[in-house]
C-alpha cells in the first residue's frame, strides 16, 4: 500500500509530464518550418529585411523570440481580430500620411503657381505702364499740334 505522500507525488509527476509534454509539442512546431517560412514569419511580425538573421539558428532564435501559441481556438480568434484591428489602423494612419503629403504638396505647387502670376502680372503692368507714357506723350504731341 502506497503512502498519501507517494500518490500525491505521482499526480505531481503526471502533471509535470502532462503539461510538459503539450507544452513542448506546440512550441515545437515552428522548427519544422523552412528558412523561407521563418522569414516571412519574422518579417509579418515586425523585423525588417535587413535585420533578419541568415543562418537558420538565428532565424530560430528570432522565432523562438516572436512566437506566440494560441491556447485555444477563441484565444487564435481573438487574437486574428486584433490583428485585423491594428492592420487597418496602420492602413489607415498610411492612407492619411499619403492625403497630407499629397495636400502639402498641392499647397505648396499652389504657392509656386501663385509667385509666377504675381511675377508675370507685375512685368505685364510694368509693360502697360510704359505703353501708357507712350501714349500720352503721342497724345501730347498731337494735342500741341493742333
Same mark, same amino acid.
Given at each position: 500500500?502506497?503512502?498519501?505522500?507517494?500518490?500525491?507525488?505521482?499526480?505531481?509527476?503526471?502533471?509535470?509530464?502532462?503539461?510538459?509534454?503539450?507544452?513542448?509539442?506546440?512550441?515545437?512546431?515552428?522548427?519544422?518550418?523552412?528558412?523561407?517560412?521563418?522569414?516571412?514569419?519574422?518579417?509579418?511580425?515586425?523585423?525588417?529585411?535587413?535585420?533578419?538573421?541568415?543562418?537558420?539558428?538565428?532565424?530560430?532564435? #528570432? /522565432?523562438?523570440? =516572436?512566437?506566440?501559441? &494560441?491556447?485555444?481556438?477563441?484565444? +487564435?480568434?481573438?487574437?486574428?481580430?486584433?490583428? $485585423?484591428?491594428?492592420?487597418?489602423?496602420?492602413?489607415?494612419?498610411?492612407?492619411?500620411?499619403?492625403?497630407?503629403?499629397?495636400?502639402?504638396?498641392?499647397?505648396?505647387?499652389? #504657392? /509656386?503657381?501663385? =509667385?509666377?502670376?504675381? &511675377?508675370?502680372?507685375?512685368?505685364? +503692368?510694368?509693360?502697360?505702364?510704359?505703353?501708357? $507714357?507712350?501714349?500720352?506723350?503721342?497724345?501730347?504731341?498731337?494735342?500741341?499740334?493742333?
Amino acid at each position: 500500500m502506497r503512502s498519501d505522500a507517494q500518490v500525491k507525488r505521482d499526480e505531481l509527476v503526471g502533471l509535470i509530464n502532462t503539461k510538459y509534454t503539450s507544452a513542448a509539442n506546440r512550441s515545437a512546431e515552428y522548427l519544422t518550418w523552412p528558412d523561407a517560412r521563418l522569414r516571412a514569419y519574422l518579417r509579418m511580425h515586425g523585423l525588417p529585411e535587413s535585420q533578419l538573421p541568415t543562418s537558420r539558428p538565428g532565424l530560430l532564435h #528570432e /522565432v523562438r523570440i =516572436r512566437y506566440v501559441i &494560441a491556447q485555444t481556438r477563441i484565444d +487564435a480568434l481573438i487574437q486574428n481580430i486584433r490583428d $485585423a484591428v491594428y492592420g487597418s489602423i496602420e492602413t489607415a494612419e498610411e492612407k492619411l500620411g499619403s492625403v497630407l503629403g499629397m495636400l502639402g504638396g498641392a499647397k505648396d505647387e499652389a #504657392e /509656386v503657381k501663385r =509667385r509666377q502670376a504675381a &511675377a508675370s502680372a507685375s512685368k505685364a +503692368a510694368a509693360a502697360a505702364e510704359t505703353q501708357a $507714357a507712350k501714349l500720352k506723350k503721342e497724345a501730347d504731341r498731337m494735342k500741341n499740334e493742333l
